[in-house]
C-alpha cells in the first residue's frame, strides 16, 4: 500500500522561502512519478511540479517555474519542493501523490487524474 506523508508547510514570508517534505512508503522509487499539487480555496487542485524516479526527468507548472524545485532522494525514499520567492498566490493546500511512471500520460505529469495515491496535505501560508 502506498503512504505519502508531507511535512515542512507553515507560515513564511513574501519572498521567502519554505521546503516541502513528502516521505513515500510502499512505493518502489525508479517506477514511480511524485508529484506535488495545490489546492487553494475555491480554486481547482494544480499540479506545481513533478520528478520521475526513474531517471530525476522533472516537470514544472509555468507559475512556480524558476522559483520552485523539485528534488528525489531515493535511498531515502523522499521527494522534496524548495519553494523561493513566495508569493501571495502560492497561498495553499500542498499535497504530494504518487503514481507508477508507465501509468501516467506523457504530458500529463501535472494532470491529477493521473495520480491514485494521494498525502493528506501540508498547509503553507505566505505573508506581507
Known amino acids: 500500500e502506498v503512504q505519502l506523508v508531507e511535512s515542512g508547510g507553515g507560515l513564511a514570508q513574501l519572498g521567502g522561502s519554505l521546503r516541502l517534505s513528502c516521505a513515500a512508503s510502499?512505493?518502489?522509487?525508479?517506477?514511480?512519478?511524485i508529484t506535488w499539487f495545490r489546492q487553494a480555496p475555491g480554486k481547482e487542485r494544480e499540479g506545481v511540479a513533478s520528478v520521475c524516479t526513474s531517471d530525476d526527468s522533472t516537470y514544472y507548472s509555468d507559475s512556480v517555474k524558476g522559483r520552485f524545485t523539485i528534488s528525489s532522494d531515493n535511498a531515502k525514499n523522499m521527494v522534496y519542493l524548495q519553494m523561493d520567492s513566495l508569493k501571495p498566490e502560492d497561498m495553499a493546500v500542498y499535497y504530494c501523490?504518487?503514481?507508477?511512471?508507465?501509468?501516467?500520460?506523457?504530458?500529463?505529469?501535472?494532470?491529477?487524474?493521473?495520480?491514485?495515491?494521494w498525502g493528506q496535505g501540508t498547509q503553507v501560508t505566505v505573508s506581507s
Open positions: 501523490a504518487a503514481a507508477r511512471e508507465d501509468l501516467v500520460v506523457v504530458g500529463w505529469e501535472l494532470t491529477p487524474s493521473e495520480y491514485d495515491s
Open positions: 510502499g512505493v518502489t522509487f525508479g517506477d514511480y512519478a
